[in-house]
């Protein structure tokens, strides 16, 4: 039976969604006090595991899930071996490099060489700053990154940008994108290869909904 | 001014009334929907930063917090650079291996090397199967690590319990305890050396009140 790795929090009802455009229903875990970590969809076509975001490519990867979906970010940040399907074009956001707005840089470049950065993603903004050739010290954080520079402890942030009200409550600004991202579906790279329990189908039927969904706002 | 870092999550509440004992009011962080991530003290002597546990020491490594108070279990997996200073005897909780109730492993050696262990703690897990001498793989998780052995990608968990309630409800049982954890203050080491702010007297004051609590529940 086909598992589908799904990411708990801001993705999890988009995902659904796109799941049910294609006949399975995971709704279950969008129930209020839903505990439940693995449910079967109701015709028991397949599974699907609530994991955290960034857990999506591990599961994936070692084959516990067939197939996931996880936001481009996470993908970046963890370098997992997973095959890249689909961009699913929703949870959209940008990673994007913050100062106070009280400082004196408006650009990337006009930040002093070694100083710090914090950030949870801590493989993005150090590859960043190294393709730059501009040497900082990256101060790993995992959560309230945005404390970083109101503390004094960094002169920057990288992190992940959506709406941008938390930067603003916190008298930040963006300075610089360093790409965008929304979902992707992903697959255990065995497992797509060999068409394990009909993957393709299921993939192309998602790949349709997509592209008509796609359409149906342009 | 005095910074303090303190731990978003179970050592909270515990970790306020420790400091209001030594004439500290951070009580504004336990009010419902308390969106602050620093508050002065009423009488402002100090100054408190709310973080998420693991962030506690990168804060007072840095000297962003000249004091913190943090899970022994958090030291163990970081190794930061932060002079520990007091055990404070509540956040009880443990650091162990447990297996799925239905395995054969009742006992670590039971289990077969290059086997996987799933961990949100991959420096506490590889440091103590490498002193036992026995090769496994870590698979690194960030949460629901019970989803491991119930999806079969590990054969074990290494994580942190406290009632044992959550294993239970995944039909886990733990084999063996790594190490005993509780909350600790810590301190930025040159901050403590060179009695920054009066941070010797507070630190007395602490300890004090640690000690009679103790005697008063023996």
């Keep these: 039976m086909l ?4 990411p708990k929090g801001a993705l ?18 969008l129930e209020p006090g839903n505990r439940q970590l693995q449910i079967l969809d109701r015709q028991e076509r397949a599974k699907a595991l609530l994991v955290r975001n ?16 996880v936001g481009y970010d996470v993908l970046r940040e963890k370098t997992a071996r997973v095959a890249q399907l689909i ?3 929703f949870g959209g956001c940008r990673m994007s490099i913050a100062v106070k707005a009280s400082s004196p840089y408006r650009s990337v ?19 960043y700053f190294h ?17 970083g520079p109101i503390t004094g402890m960094s002169e920057a942030i990288v992190d992940l940008v959506a709406t941008g009200q ?21 697959a255990n790279p065995l497992a797509y290869r060999i068409n394990a329990d009909g993957i393709s189908e299921l993939i192309e039927e998602l790949r349709q909904s997509v592209t008509q969904a796609i359409a149906a706002t342009c």
């Design 3 to 6: 598992t589908i790795a799904l």
């Design 166 to 186: 938390t930067l603003r409550e916190n008298g930040l600004v963006e300075i610089e994108t360093l790409f965008d991202s929304t979902a992707r579906l992903i």
């Design 109 to 127: 470049l006009d930040l002093p060489a070694h100083c710090r950065i914090a950030s949870k993603f801590v493989h993005c903004a150090r590859d």
């Design 54 to 69: 960034s857990d999506v490519p591990v599961y994936v990867e070692y084959g516990q899930a067939q197939l996931g979906v």
């Design 131 to 147: 393709n730059l050739d501009l040497p900082v010290e990256i101060v790993p954080l995992s959560g309230s990154v945005e404390l």
């Design 12 to 29: 999890l009802k988009d995902s659904i969604r796109l799941l049910q455009s294609a006949g399975l229903d995971f709704s279950a875990f």
């Design 87 to 89: 961009d699913l074009r």
